[in-house]
Every structure is written in C-alpha cells, then in structure tokens.
C-alpha cells in the first residue's frame, strides 16, 4: 500500500476536522458579539450544531466515503453521527464551564491581528483538540465503519 492511500483518509479527516473546527469558531465568535459572552454555553451549543452538519456532509463524502444516500444508511448515519457529537458537545460544554467558570479563563485575553482571543475563545481551542480526537474516533470505528465485505 502506498503511502498516500494509507494516510489519505487520516488526511482528509485533519483537513476537514479542521474546517468544521474553523466554522465551528467563527460561528460562535459571531454569536459572541451578536448576542453576548455572556450566552457563551447557548452559543456555543448552536456553533455546535453548524458545524456538525457541516461536518456529517465533509466526513461522509470525503473523509470516511460513505457514498450512499439511501434512507437505509442515512437513518443509520445520522443518528449516530449526532449522538456521537452531543457526546463531545458535552465534553465541551462541561470543559467550557470549568474553564471558565471555575478556572477563571475570563482573566486572559488577547489581541492578534484585531482579532480579539477572549479566555472563553482560548478555552475552546484548547478543547478542540480532545473534541476532534473523539469525534475521529467515533466517526472512524462506528459511524462510518465499513463492513468485511466493503472492505475488499
């Protein structure tokens, strides 16, 4: 096997982990200063949401190439792919409440190129990188997992 096809799927799964990390923060940046910090748990919740769409899309296409739109699959897929997020949802949403909460992460906060890092922000990337591990995981070996006989 080709070192290209074997870490091709590892690949995709960090570029479009990425991406949806990336839409992920922007949503909840925007939500931030259209509503408040002080929604930071709700806003947080519905960058959640976008981004798992977009996510349940990229990963199913490209990343893990479950190809099939039928309602066979896609009622086996989505329910997990959700699931297995809200699992991480909440690792995030406890972790962001800990952080912030209890940890005084509010006190940090910092300016790079206008870009305002609050300690809420800076809370959420350090959870973004347990959040993609998790979610590569659940994705990889349950929701996308292809049978024997696809395999071959």
């Known amino acids: 096997m080709k070192i290209k096809e074997k870490y091709k799927e590892l690949f995709l799964y960090v570029l479009f982990g990425g991406l949806t990390t990336l839409v992920n923060f922007i ?47 896609v009622i086996k897929e989505i329910p997990e792919f959700f699931l297995a997020r809200v699992f991480s949802l909440l690792v995030e949403e406890g972790g962001l409440w800990l952080f912030v909460e209890k940890m005084g992460f509010d006190r940090f906060s910092f300016m790079v190129f ?39």
Do not use: Q
Not at 33 to 41: D, N, R, V
Not at 56 to 68: I, Q
Not at 117 to 140: D, E, H, P, R
């Open 27 to 73: 949503a909840f940046w925007i939500l931030n200063k259209a509503i408040g910090e002080e929604a930071y748990l709700v806003n947080n919740a519905v960058a959640w949401f976008i981004a798992v769409v977009f996510a349940y899309v990229t990963n199913k296409l490209w990343v893990f190439e479950s190809k099939s739109w039928k309602l066979k699959t």
């Open 114 to 152: 206008g870009f305002d890092f609050s300690g809420k922000l800076i809370a959420k990337l350090l959870l973004a990188v347990l959040v993609v591990i998790l979610n590569y995981f659940f994705s990889k070996f349950i929701i996308f997992a292809k049978k024997k006989t696809e395999k071959n």
